[in-house]
C-alpha cells in the first residue's frame, strides 16, 4: 500500500505549516468541526483503532469513557516517550510531520472534550522538541489551537512537556505522575486514567502513532480504515525493523502483514545468506518468535496466538550467529536498570534474574540454573503494578522456551560457544 502515515516525511520542508496546508493537512480537522464531538468518537470506534503503543487497546473505547465523565477539566496526552528498545517509528513523525500529530489531538480532544493537552517527549529526542516547539507555535499563531479555534467555539492548548529519560514514563500512569512533577512511578490502578488521570481529572493517552491515525479516519472514513488489513486489528502500522538485515527502518504495511514479507520483501532478508535464528516481534519486553513463525501476521491476534506480542511493532531480527543467552542476558541488564524499584517483585527479581544469567555467561552456571530462571520469572510475572515486570522476563522465558539447548551448552562447556563468532 502506499504510505500514509509517512507519506509527507520525504518532502522537503514538511515539518512546517505551510507544506502541511499544502498537501492537505488541517482538512480533516475543519472536517471533524463540522461533527458534533459524538459523531467524532463514533467514527474512530466504527474504524477499529487500537492503541498503537504496545497494548492494542481499543481507542474509541477508551475515548468513550472519558466523554461520559461529567468532570471538567478534562485532559490528552501524548504519549511520546519512545523508549522501548529497538522502536523508533513516532520519530520521523514527530520531527518530519509534527502538524499531523498536532491535528489528531485537536480532533481528538473535540471527541473527548478535553480543553488541555501535552505531548510528553523522551529526552533523548532533541531535536524534535526543537521541530515541536515551532510547529505548536504555528498552529497558535493561525487558529488551530487555543480559543475558539477555527471559529467553531472548540478551546484547546496544547502544549511540550520533556522527560527525563526514564523507560518507566512510558507507562501511562508513570507519565502522568511525572507531569504532575513527581517521581515517575506507576500508580496502581483502578481507579483508570480515562476517569481520574492527570491533576485528578479525566485523560486520554494516546500514542504519536496513534493519534497520527485519527485525521486519516476522519478524513477517508471509518470504513476505509477497517478494510485495512485483518478484522481485529485494521488500519496502516509503522513497523520498526532492525537487526541482522540488508535494510533496516521504518516501514508503513497493512496490520497483518507476515513477518516474512517485512523481512525480506521490505528489508532485503539477511546478510551473508544466513539463515534466520529469532525474531523478536513488538520490541524486547515481547517473547522471541523463530523461523516457524516467518509466516505468522503482525497484527495483535496473530502475534498472541503464535505466543508473543505485537507491543509497539518493533522487529528484531537475529540470524544464527546470534547468542540467546547473551540476548537474554542484554536485555535483562536493562530491564533491571530501568525497573522504577516500586514494586519488590520487579526491583529484586529483575536484579537477581541478571545475577544467575551473568554467572551462566561467565561459565559458573549450573544446570539448576535453568529452572531457577523459570521459578523467578514466575514470581515477577503479573505481580507487580505495571506490565515493566511482565516485560523483563520476556527475554528469558521467551529464550528458554526455543532455545534450552544453548543455555545448557554454556553450562556444560564452562563458555559461550559462540564467543568469538557471534554478530554485533
Known sequence: MEPLLLKRIQIPGSETLAVYLREGGYQALRKALEMAPDQVLEEVKRSGLRGRGGAGFPTGMKWGFTSKDPKRPKYLLCNADEGEPGTFKDRPLLEKDPHALIEGMVISAHAIGAEYGYIYLRAEYPYASQVLERALAEAYEQGFLGGNILGKGLHFDLHLHMGAGAYICGEETALIESIEGKRGEPRIKPPFPANVGVFGMPTVVNN??????????????????????????????????????????????????????????????????????????GGPSTPVLTEAHLD?????????????????????????????????????????????????????????????????????????????????????????????????????????????????????????????????
Open 208 to 281: 504519536v502513532e496513534t493519534l497520527v491515525c485519527v485525521p486519516l479516519i476522519i478524513e477517508r472514513g471509518a470504513d476505509w480504515f477497517a478494510a485495512v488489513g485483518p478484522k481485529e486489528s485494521p488500519g496502516p502500522k509503522i513497523f520498526s525493523l532492525s537487526g541482522h538485515v540488508v535494510r533496516p527502518g521504518n516501514y508503513e504495511l497493512p496490520m497483518g502483514t507476515p513477518i516474512r514479507a517485512l523481512m525480506y520483501d521490505c528489508g532485503g532478508g539477511i546478510p551473508q545468506g544466513r539463515r534466520l535464528k529469532a525474531v523478536i516481534p
Open 296 to 424: 505468522v501476521g503482525l497484527d495483535f491476534g496473530s502475534i498472541q496466538a503464535a505466543g508473543s506480542m505485537l507491543g509497539c511493532g518493533a522487529v528484531i531480527v537475529m540470524d544464527e550467529t546470534t547468542c540467546m543467552v547473551r540476548v537474554a542476558h542484554r536485555l535483562l541488564k536493562f530491564f533491571h536498570h530501568e525497573s522504577c524499584g516500586k514494586c519488590t517483585p520487579c526491583r529484586e527479581g529483575t536484579g537477581w534474574l541478571e545475577q544467575v544469567l551473568d554467572r551462566i555467561e561467565e561459565g559458573r552456571g549450573r544446570m539448576e540454573d535453568l529452572d531457577l530462571l523459570l521459578d523467578v520469572s514466575d514470581n515477577i510475572r503479573g505481580k507487580t503494578v505495571c506490565a515493566l515486570a511482565d516485560g523483563a522476563v520476556s527475554p528469558v522465558t521467551g529464550t528458554l522456551k526455543y532455545f534450552r539447548e544453548e543455555y545448557e551448552a554454556h553450562i556444560r562447556g564452562g563458555r559461550c560457544p559462540f564467543r568469538g563468532k557471534v554478530s554485533g
